[in-house]
């Protein structure tokens, strides 16, 4: 909800610093233990695919 609220007026910002934290927790996670790391496209949706609005919006890439 913050980052929502910090972001209102930058929806494609939010959707950029998402992706940059969506990068640098890949990284963490293969680090700590590629063979426990969740599937991208739950990482996707977890970390990008939620930024999007609308009612036509879906969380895909």
């Known amino acids: 909800m913050r980052l929502r609220a910090a972001y209102d007026d930058d929806p494609v910002g ?6 940059g934290c ?7 996670l293969h ?3 590629p063979s426990g790391m969740p599937r991208p496209d ?3 949706i ?4 939620w ?5 036509g919006s879906r969380a895909t890439n």
């Not at 969506?22 to 963490?28: P, V």
């Not at 930024?51 to 009612?55: A, S």
């Open 31 to 33: 680090r700590l233990g």
């Open 22 to 28: 969506l990068f640098d927790a890949t990284g963490d």
């Open 42 to 44: 739950a990482l996707f």
């Open 51 to 55: 930024t999007r609005r609308g009612p």
């Open 46 to 49: 977890r970390f990008v695919g």
């Open 14 to 19: 939010l959707a950029v610093h998402m992706a």
